[in-house]
């Protein structure tokens, strides 16, 4: 079975919503943005999470995204 890292909802910032359960989050402790599938409260990691002091969280979601 394939173990996958979530995390609480609660914990970051959601700062876009990309349909079909799928966000793009900021934690505010680090600053850094990734993309998750929602399921409730839980977050499931879709890819890495990066940082840009250039750009907005948005931004950096946007990119991650692909759009």
């Given at each position: 079975m394939l173990k996958t890292e979530t995390?609480?909802?609660s914990s970051v910032e959601i700062i876009k919503d990309y349909g079909d359960?799928?966000?793009g989050a900021l934690h505010p402790k680090t600053?850094?943005?990734g993309?998750?599938?929602q399921d409730e409260d839980v977050l499931f990691p879709c890819g890495n999470l990066m940082?840009?002091?250039n750009k907005?969280?948005?931004e950096i979601?946007?990119?991650i995204w692909g759009a």
């Open positions: 995390i609480s909802a359960d799928m966000i600053g850094y943005v993309i998750y599938m940082k840009n002091p907005t969280p948005i979601a946007d990119q």
